[in-house]
C-alpha cells in the first residue's frame, strides 16, 4: 500500500482545486493500471513457463479514495502455478498434499505421474510399473515469482506513480 501527501499552493483559485479534484483519481487510477501490468509483466518473465495467459491483473477497487488492484496467478487454468511458487518435495514450503505410500516412504522427495495425465512433456525420468508408464518426479526448489515481481518492480512502479500525478500537475497549474 502507497499512501501519498502532497500539499498544494494556490492563491485561492477554486477552478484548479476543483480541477485537481477531477483529474487526480484518474491519474492514479491510470498509473496503477500501469504498475499492475508491469508487474503482471515481470511475473511472467520470471515465472519458468512464461505463461502470459495465467498471471492476470485486475482493478478490485476504485471508490472511496482509495484505488485497488491485484496481480495474481489463476490457479484454475494452471494449478501447478501453487507448486512451482512453494516449491515441492523436500523443499516444499507449504504441506505436503501426497498421501502415497512412496511419497511417504521417500521422505516426501519423489512420486509417480502418470504420463497419459501429465499437462505437457515433463523433464523427469519415466518408468513402467504393470505396463503403465509414469515420471519419476523429485522434488523443485521454490521460484517466488510473484512476490519476486513486486519487489523487482518496486522502485519503478513510484515512480510511474509519480510521473502521472506530476504530468497531471503540470496539466492543471498551466
Known amino acids: ?10 492563491k485561492y483559485n477554486y477552478k484548479r482545486i476543483k480541477e485537481l479534484e477531477k483529474q487526480l483519481p484518474k491519474a492514479i487510477n491510470e498509473s ?3 504498475v499492475l501490468n508491469n508487474i503482471q509483466g515481470c511475473a511472467i518473465r520470471l515465472e519458468k513457463g512464461h505463461h502470459n495467459d495465467g498471471i492476470l ?15 495474481y496467478a489463476d490457479i484454475k487454468a494452471f494449478p501447478f502455478f501453487m507448486f512451482e511458487h512453494y516449491g515441492t518435495g523436500q523443499y ?3 504441506d505436503h498434499i501426497g498421501k502415497t505410500r512412496h ?21 523427469y525420468p519415466i518408468i513402467t510399473i504393470n505396463d503403465m508408464q509414469f515420471y519419476l ?8 515469482f510473484m512476490t519476486d515481481a ?12 509519480e510521473k502521472y500525478i506530476y504530468k ?7
Open 32 to 34: 496503477i493500471e500501469e
Open 150 to 161: 513486486e519487489f523487482q518492480t518496486r522502485e519503478n512502479n513510484i515512480d510511474t506513480v
Open 92 to 94: 516444499a514450503e507449504m
Open 103 to 123: 511419497f511417504l516412504e521417500s521422505g516426501y522427495t519423489e512420486w509417480f505421474i502418470p504420463v497419459s495425465v501429465a499437462p505437457r512433456e515433463l523433464h
Open 57 to 71: 491483473c485486475e482493478m478490485i477497487d476504485v471508490s472511496n479514495n482509495k484505488v485497488k488492484g491485484k496481480v
Open 168 to 174: 497531471m500537475l503540470k496539466e492543471v497549474c498551466k
Open 137 to 144: 518426479a523429485h522434488g523443485v526448489k521454490a521460484n517466488h
Open 1 to 10: 500500500m502507497v499512501k501519498i501527501n502532497c500539499k498544494v499552493k494556490a
